[in-house]
């Protein structure tokens, strides 16, 4: 059974810096892009940044040049750095990724979520 676990959310100050991340488990033959996503409270989920299985990155306007993606195949993990966080920062942030799985195919996943909270 494949899973995405999320750690490394929390609170920190205006101005300070945060790093997620994601590890897959279980049997997965490959995977493709792996991304971040957020939400905030009574808003939409939008996308943060993506990594492809190549390297090539995206990141959504409100980030670049803040938060750096990267990806680890080896360890099936995927990070985000987030440098210079705002208040406007604050939310709940979830891992996509999509794979091949053993047995049942390409698969879309997401993680469970975790919390930033950025205030002084």
């Known amino acids: 059974q494949v899973q995405l676990v999320e750690s490394g959310g929390g609170l920190v100050q205006p101005g300070g810096s945060l790093r997620l991340s994601c590890t897959v488990s279980?049997?997965?033959?490959?995977?493709?892009?792996m991304g971040w996503y957020r939400q905030a409270p009574g808003k939409q989920r939008d996308l943060v940044a993506t990594?492809?299985?190549?390297?090539?990155?995206n990141y959504a306007d409100s980030v670049m040049g803040r938060f750096t993606i990267s990806r680890d195949n080896s360890k099936k993990t995927v990070y985000l750095q987030m440098n210079s966080l705002k208040p406007e920062d604050t939310a709940v942030y979830y891992c996509?990724?999509?794979?091949?799985?053993?047995?049942?195919?390409?698969?879309?996943?997401w993680g469970q979520g975790t919390q930033v909270t950025v205030s002084s």
């Open positions: 996509n990724v999509d794979l091949w799985a053993y047995g049942s195919g390409r698969k879309n996943f």
């Open positions: 279980g049997s997965i033959a490959s995977m493709n892009a």
């Open positions: 990594i492809s299985s190549g390297g090539s990155t």
